[in-house]
């Protein structure tokens, strides 16, 4: 018999993009000394009191209108106890249960292996971070900048059936977070864990029914996307092969890590519940009112994404899949695209020259496109000068490097270099005839059925004009002349 595969997400991500933290007013900043961006309340300290950051809240309600979830009427936040080192307020504040989180029952649709999907989202809420901790031979450190920075957990149901659809709705989901402008959501600096649950049931039954769902494993704060995608597959095999065995009993409600080196999950504890947390309202913060008006202005400063973006690439601009998943995948780059398109670039030029030149010149050079001298204004002179024959298409590459290196807009190294290309034709003819002057002998014997015989002639004009003649201006006089006079 077959199994199928229920996985559920939760998924966490660091709000990068506040100025303070989610309660107090330390700054929210990655990469300073161990230590240096703390307050009072962030160590815990008796009589200090929390203050919601507005900011953090506004974009907690943001991704909730994204994932289609309702949003609360009053906003509330609850204490979750329990005793950690990295937590000294013994509390975590938080939002899971009771009072309504920022956002509820939503739908996220994704795309996996070039497929549409769905998932429902169980809940988002708002909560804070605790301190970090590393493990040295024998002694520990810990690090209370991160204590307190804004976190959003996003809950989904179980509703992916591989290791494939669940990364990738992580996927999709840090690219909303980055077009959303709250997080780099870089799972390298620790912006982005996963807790992974698992289970497996009868392929026969009726998925819908929760009855028929297996007993679930749950593998605790993975930390890459790559070790979600293993530990998934680690745990389908393991639960299927105890359940091939007739040893289904041995798979049981619990706490697993996923383990790097020896690649499998590794018990932790056995599940803790909600009732041992003994949640409660957080009294020091009262609740407090989103105003309709609040959540208009909110949803109406949401960009288009880059599933929308996508989208509109392939059936409006009629660009490649491959093309347009380059052009959404970093928003600033499909930014510096859109602003070229909205400038009347032509749009295949446009994202020609996006995808080739630019993105290779700065991959090469490391570069953020924020900090690449050429404006979207600019590429669209490149592009025209191109279209417009003043310079052809091999010359369009020397001159976008001749106007990195020489900090000059694309006219003005066309000018500057004396690049424009010979397209008049009665400048052209002139040279024509001075061609045929000094080869007479060739020409009167030219083979007009020899096509051959053309590129001569057509290579002295070159060589005179130094390149600069339009090539099939310059061909077609030449014919003409070559032409009348053997006739
Ligand atoms: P708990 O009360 O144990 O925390 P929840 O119902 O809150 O469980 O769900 C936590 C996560 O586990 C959610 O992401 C949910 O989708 C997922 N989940 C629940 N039941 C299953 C199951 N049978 N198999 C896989 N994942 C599950
Ligand atoms: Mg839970």
């Known amino acids: 018999m077959g199994y199928l595969a229920k996985i559920g997400l939760e998924m966490h991500c660091e709000i990068s993009e506040t100025n303070s933290k989610v309660f107090s007013s330390a700054a929210n900043t990655y990469s300073s000394i161990p230590n240096s961006n703390i307050r009072p309340l962030d160590m815990g300290f008796p009589g200090t009191l929390p203050v919601v950051n507005k900011e953090a809240v506004k974009m907690a309600l943001k991704t909730s209108i994204v994932l289609n979830c309702s949003q609360p009427e009053y906003m509330y936040f609850e204490r979750k106890n329990y005793y950690y080192p990295d937590m000294p ?31 429902r989202v ?59 402008d709250i997080s780099e959501a870089d799972s390298k600096k620790g912006q982005l864990r996963c807790d992974v649950n698992v289970s497996i049931m009868d392929e026969n039954l009726d998925e819908n029914n929760p009855k028929n ?55 932790m504890r056995s599940k803790v519940d909600a009732l041992d947390y003994k949640y409660f309202v957080e009294p020091n913060i009262p609740k407090f009112k989103i105003s309709k008006e609040w959540l208009k202005e909110i949803k109406e400063s949401i960009p288009e994404l880059a599933y929308d973006r996508k989208k509109k690439y392939i059936n409006e601009y009629n660009l490649s899949e491959y093309d347009s998943n380059i052009l959404v995948k970093e928003k600033s780059i499909s930014d510096y695209f859109e602003k070229a398109v909205e400038l009347g670039c032509d749009i295949k030029q446009a994202a020609n020259w996006v995808n080739g030149m630019i993105l290779s010149y700065l991959n090469y050079n490391e570069m953020k496109i ?61 040279i024509v005839n001075e061609v045929i002057n000094e080869n007479e002998s060739q020409a009167k014997t030219y083979d007009s059925q020899n096509p051959k015989a053309l590129d001569y002639f057509v290579g002295q004009i070159m060589k005179k004009t130094r390149g600069k003649a339009n090539p099939s201006v310059a061909s077609k006089l030449m014919k003409e002349a070559l032409e009348k006079l053997v006739k």
């Open 370 to 430: 924020k900090d690449f001298f050429i404006t979207p204004e600019m590429l669209k002179e490149l592009i025209d000068l191109i279209e417009s024959k003043t310079i052809s298409s091999k010359q369009g590459k020397d001159v976008f490097y001749k106007c990195l290196e020489e900090k000059k807009s694309p006219k003005q190294v066309v000018k500057d270099e004396g690049m424009m290309q010979i397209t008049d034709e009665n400048e052209i003819i002139n």
């Open 213 to 267: 769902w297996g007993t679930k494993v749950e593998i605790k704060n993975v930390n890459s996307f790559g070790g979600v995608r293993d530990a998934i597959n680690y745990e389908i095999k393991r639960q299927s092969k105890l359940k091939d065995n007739g040893e289904y009993d041995k798979v049981v409600q619990e706490t697993r890590r996923w383990d790097e080196e020896s690649q499998s999950t590794i018990t």
């Open 89 to 119: 307020k013994n509390y975590q504040i938080t939002q899971e249960t009771k009072p309504i989180p920022v956002g509820i029952y939503g739908h996220v649709e994704y795309e996996c292996n070039g497929e549409e999907k769905s998932v």
């Open 122 to 180: 169980n809940n988002i809420h708002l909560e804070e971070d605790a301190a970090s901790q590393d493990h040295l031979f024998d002694v520990s450190t810990i690090d209370y900048n991160r204590a307190g920075v804004p976190l959003l957990e996003l809950v989904t149901e179980p509703d992916f059936h591989s290791a494939d659809e669940a990364v990738s709705f992580l996927e999709h989901m840090r690219s909303v977070y980055q077009y959303l």
